[in-house]
C-alpha cells in the first residue's frame, strides 16, 4: 500500500444462505473454475498482506469455517449470531476482533460472492482510499443495466451521501448507473463509530452495512472508487449468473492464452481453470476440459473431446478423447482415443495407450506401447515393449494391490492375464491367451494352455 498506510484487517462476508442457489451446499463453496468463491475472495483479500484476515460464518458455520481454514490456517472465523444482515456480521467481527485493530489502520470488507473479485482492483481501491483522505471509500461499478443493485447518489464535490436500494429509489435515483459493489474500506476507529449504531428498525428487519456509510459521513468523509472492469466485481446470486460470470471469464482466459500463441480452435467449447499452463504452439482441440495444475507443452495437440486434470503434457504429446487424471506423458506420446489413465502413471517418450485402454500407478518406458482393450495397474513395462489387445494386469487379490514387473523388449500376445505379484524378464514372448503366474526368465517364450474340449450334437434333439 501507499503511504506507509497498514491493513489491519481483511473481513469477508460468507455467512449468507444464498437461498436463489436452490442448493444444499453454501452458496460460497460453489466453484467459478475450479476454485470455490470464498477461496477465491481470500486468496485476492490475503494478496494484500493484512495484519489478520476473518471470515464471518452463520449458515452452516461448520462447513464453511473449515473449508476457509484448508485455504488459510491463519484465518480468523466469526460467528455471526442469528440477527441478521451485512451490518450485523461486521458488528460480530468489530466486536470479536476489537482488540487487534490498530486505530491508524484501515479494514477492508468485501463480500464473498464475487468470485472473480482479484487483487488489483483491491490494491486500486486501497491506493485511492488512502490518497483521497476518506474515513470510508465504496468500490463501485457503472453497468449498462443497474437493475437490482442499490444507486450510489453522490453529492457536488463527489462524495457519497447514501446508497439507495432499488425499492426505495425516485425516479431520478434508478437512473443512475453507479451501483454498491459490497466492497468498502474502513478507517478503524470510524468503522468502529459506525456500526456501533446500526440496528434493524427497517423493512426486512435486517442490520443493513450501507447504513454505516450514513454514520461514516457524519464523523468524516466518505468516498467512492469505481471498478475499472465490472466483470472482476460481479456477484453470483443465482445459477444462471454463475453460469454467465464462468462463460465470461473463461472466454477471457482462452483469448489470453491465444494471444500468447496457444492455438483453440473452439473457445466456446473449451473450459481451462486457473492454475493451467500452456506453452505457445500448444493446440487445444473442440470439447477439452483443461483443470487443476494441469501443464502442456509446445506442440502438443490436445482433443477433442479430453479432460485433463493436474496432468502434464509433453512435446509433441498427442492425447485424443481421453480422460488424463495426475499422470504424466512424455514427448511424442499417443494417447487415446477413448483412454483413461487414473492417478499416478508416467508414460515416457513414444509411448502409446491406445483405444479403450485403462491405467493406474503404471509406470510405462520409452517406446512401448499398449495399443488397445487393456488395462495396467500397479504395473512397470520397460522400454520397447508391446502389449497386445485384451491383456491385464490382475492387481488386486482381495485384499492387497501386487505389482507387475515386464522386461525391455517384451511382446505380449492378446488376450494375456499377469496375476500379480509377478515379473516377467526382458525378451520375454508370451503367447495369445496366457495366464502368466510365476517368474518368466530374460528371453523365454511362455504360454499356457488350456484343452479345448469339443462336444458334439450337445443339444437336444427339438432344439437341433
Known sequence: MSGGQTLTAGIILAAGEGTRMHSAHPKVLHTLAGKTFLQRVMTSVTA????????VVHHQADLVAQAARSYDSQVRIVRQDSRPGTGRAVQCAVDQLDGELRHDGQVLIAASDMPLLDADTLHSLLDYHVSSGDGATVLTVNLDDPTGYG??????????????EQRDATGTELAVKEVNTSVYVFEADLLRQAVRGLDDSNAQGEFYLTDALETARRLGRVGAFAAPDPLKVEGVNDRVQLADLAKA?????????????????????????????????????????????????????????TTLIDAIIEPQAKVERSRVQETRIGARANIGPWTY?????VLAEDTKAGAFVEMKKATIDHGTKVPHLSYVGDAHIGHD?????????????????????????????????????????????????????????????VYSTNDQHEVPDWKPAWER
Open 249 to 305: 471469464h473463461n472466454l477471457r482466459v482462452c483469448r489470453e492464452f491465444m494471444r500468447q500463441g496457444v492455438t483453440i480452435l473452439d473457445p466456446s467449447t473449451t473450459w481451462i481453470e486457473d492454475d493451467v499452463v500452456i506453452q505457445q504452439d500448444a493446440v487445444i482441440l473442440p470439447g477439452c476440459f483443461l483443470q487443476g495444475h494441469t501443464e502442456i507443452a509446445s506442440d502438443a495437440v490436445i482433443g477433442p473431446y
Open 385 to 445: 515393449s508391446n502389449v497386445g489387445g485384451g491383456s491385464i494386469t490382475a492387481n488386486y487379490d482381495g485384499v492387497h494391490k501386487n505389482r507387475t514387473e515386464i522386461g525391455s523388449e517384451v511382446h505380449v500376445g492378446a488376450g494375456n492375464l499377469f496375476v500379480a505379484p509377478v515379473q516377467v524378464g526382458d525378451g520375454v514372448t508370451t503367447g495369445a491367451g496366457s495366464v502368466i503366474r510365476h517368474p518368466v526368465e530374460d528371453g523365454a517364450m
Open 151 to 164: 444507486r450510489i447518489i453522490r453529492d457536488q464535490d463527489g462524495r457519497v451521501l447514501r446508497i439507495v
Open 48 to 55: 494484500l498482506n493484512p495484519e489478520l484476515t476473518a471470515v
Open 341 to 345: 489413465l487414473r492417478a499416478g502413471n
